[in-house]
């Protein structure tokens, strides 16, 4: 093994790399958001007492659990454009796959959550008169979502590290710009090093920060 | 309104069931190989001796807090620099899943092997058994039963990102799906039918695990996600 090791090729390009990182950022935003929000309705839908809010959100969910999500990627950036009458970007497809990915995931999370939520909190909010919304957005979701921040924290780790896929379909994430400038300078080791570590210096404070939750829940209620 | 054709997919069903095989075979290696390793990685983060924890840690740590894709370029453009070894797709994908699989693999044993109650070490130790045969005659066999769902589960999650030696052009059903698109001009049938394969192969098996699961809790043991 004696590789030189000449991470100056891969700092020069370094105003690459940061567009990469801005554009990852950019589309872990995007999906976390969307993919939070439209996985609260579908594990509402999914509790639900009504059949035609139940069975199409079980649906959802069953089909984009059990898909890779690069299929679902790939779906809509190669096929769906076909279907919909508007063009679709590499970003808006990479962003559908995940979202709709990451809405499945965290559906399960938060009909998890809700259910853990002792069957009394429901009575007590009924006895003095609330309606179910009520009770679901003051009562049931403060507490759910408390017991769910570790597994939502994992969903978000897991979210960052899909971007990833989004290179696959020639979006300009970190990864992309990575391989780019690996194939203008031929040093694919330093490149992919860096990225690499980029990852894990983002995200392993994040993994810290679940355990300290996952240990105060444990201790806690 | 769009003319749906399945005929071009039909017709070439055979490059999807050789892309179903290639996926099926990069997950069965990965298993072979991960399996292994990933338990090995959990008996050194558990060891009492820091130099075995601390590098096990780290290369759990690691290999699970990075983008199994990035870890896959590395190892496909960047080892071969490095090793002076002949890459091959299949050999990039075999030693990404196995490493990437078994960090994970390692937290299920390290969960399983920590969720035993310290009263069994305590009986091994007062008839005499040294830890090592306490972990395998006592502490393994009972915590392998609590792991097998939480195992499972992972071998699916492995499954779905095998896809991504699509990307490294490695023959899985992903990348045979792409050819036919590009070769049939059929991209909405191909990929719907792929997407529909992988939905049954995948939810087959989640309904296997839900059975286990669901028989696995009537015996009594709790199991360990």
Known sequence: MDYVWDFG???????????GLINTLRIFGIC??????????????????????????????EFFRNTPVLVQIFWFYFAFPILAPFEISALMAAALGITLNSAAFSAEIFRGGIQSID??????????????????????????????????????????????????????????????IASVNFNPIEAYTVVALAFFVILYPIVRVTYVLERRMAKGD | MYEWDFSAVLDNSDLLWQGLV???????????????LGLLLALSRLSPSRWLAWPAGFVIEFFRTTPPLVQLFWFF?????????????FLAAAITFSIQSSAFFAEVFRAGIVSIERGQWEAARAIGMQRPQAMRRIILPQAVKRMIPAFTERSIELMKTTTLVAT??????????????QKTFRPIEVFTVTALIYFVVIFGLSLCVQGIERRLAVSGDSTVR
């Open chain 1, 9 to 19: 090729s891969v700092y020069e390009y370094r105003a690459a790399l940061w567009v």
């Open chain 1, 32 to 61: 976390l958001f969307a993919g939070l929000s439209l996985g609260l309705a579908m594990g509402l839908a999914r509790y639900s007492i009504r059949r035609w809010l139940r069975w199409p959100a079980a649906c959802f969910i």
């Open chain 1, 119 to 180: 069957p009394g909190q429901w009575e007590a909010g009924r006895a003095i008169g609330m309606r179910y919304r009520e009770i679901m957005a003051r009562i049931i979701l403060p507490q759910a979502v408390r017991r769910m921040m570790p597994a939502l924290t994992n969903r978000g780790i897991e979210i960052f590290k899909m971007t990833t896929l989004a290179s696959a379909i020639a979006y300009a994430d970190l990864l992309h710009q990575a391989r780019l």
């Open chain 2, 22 to 36: 290639g996926t099926l075979t990069i997950t069965g290696t990965a298993l072979a190989f991960g399996l292994p």
């Open chain 2, 77 to 89: 453009f960047a080892l071969p620099i490095l090793m002076d070894i002949q890459m091959t797709p």
């Open chain 2, 168 to 181: 490294v052009s490695y023959a899985d059903l992903l990348y045979q799906a792409n050819e036919l698109a």
